[in-house]
């Protein structure tokens, strides 16, 4: 598959430890945040979300926290699995998602057994 | 999650050429949009479609690039006159009703020679 992000920074956990991505936005006008997922050859796939009015959202496994003061977003995941390896790409908008989504840079996840 | 699909999967085409790269949402989406990844980057936005125009678009999507909707089901990126530097994954997006989140198809590879 494609190979993509030759040149990201990488994540190194073991297997079942907490894995933390951070993400510094660019826009303050943004009020909705997302984190994808992106597999070798495969396209983003949605992880979950937060909107600018909470500054924390749970899902399976998932948590994101989001700090507007200082423009960043984190992707918490725990227990971590090696399923879970992949690009981790967060993406902000504005106007409840109907806007382009502007992408950061990536952070690529290796999960050691 | 809402489905889309994309063909092909693969493309290869001369300089110069023209190709056109399909989206087929399986849901009634609203919204369309076309991203692009050139490999080792970030998912760069390109376009967005909604009631049959274009709403937004990047300073990428210069006079080579179009969309359509001509059967209002396929959902299709042309790209007029091919140069070297548009060898990216190209990434089909829809927006569902009553959502925020952007669902993506799983890219077309598209190398020119």
């Known amino acids: 598959g494609e190979s993509v992000g030759l040149h990201l920074p990488t994540l190194s956990v073991q297997e079942g430890d907490n894995s933390i991505i951070n993400c510094a936005y660019s826009n303050s006008a943004s009020d909705y945040f997302i984190w994808y997922k992106q597999e070798s050859g495969k396209g983003p796939q949605f992880i979950i979300d937060?909107?600018?009015?909470?500054d924390k959202r749970q899902g399976q496994r998932v948590t994101v926290l989001l700090n507007k003061t200082v423009k960043h977003l984190s992707l918490q995941i725990a227990a971590t699995q090696p399923g879970d390896s992949a690009v981790y790409f967060c993406?902000?908008?504005?106007?409840?998602?109907?806007?382009?989504?502007?992408f950061g840079a990536g952070t690529r996840l290796a999960v050691h057994p | 999650e809402p489905e889309v699909t994309q063909t092909p999967s693969h493309q290869v085409t001369q300089m110069g050429q023209e190709v056109i790269l399909r989206c087929v949402p399986i849901?009634?989406?609203?919204?369309f949009y076309w991203y692009r990844q050139i490999l080792g980057q970030k998912v760069e936005f390109l376009v967005s479609f909604y009631n049959n125009e274009i709403s937004e678009k990047s300073e990428i999507f210069d006079d080579q690039f179009s969309v359509e909707r001509p059967d209002g089901s396929n959902f299709t990126l042309k790209i007029r006159s091919t140069k070297l530097e548009d060898s990216a994954m190209y990434f089909c997006?829809?927006?569902?009703?009553?959502?925020?989140?952007?669902?993506f198809g799983p890219g077309t590879r598209l190398l020119v020679l």
């Open positions: 849901s009634n989406h609203l919204y």
């Open positions: 997006a829809v927006l569902a009703r009553r959502e925020e989140t952007q669902y």
């Open positions: 937060i909107r600018s009015n909470m």
């Open positions: 993406a902000e908008n504005s106007a409840g998602g109907y806007n382009k989504l502007i």
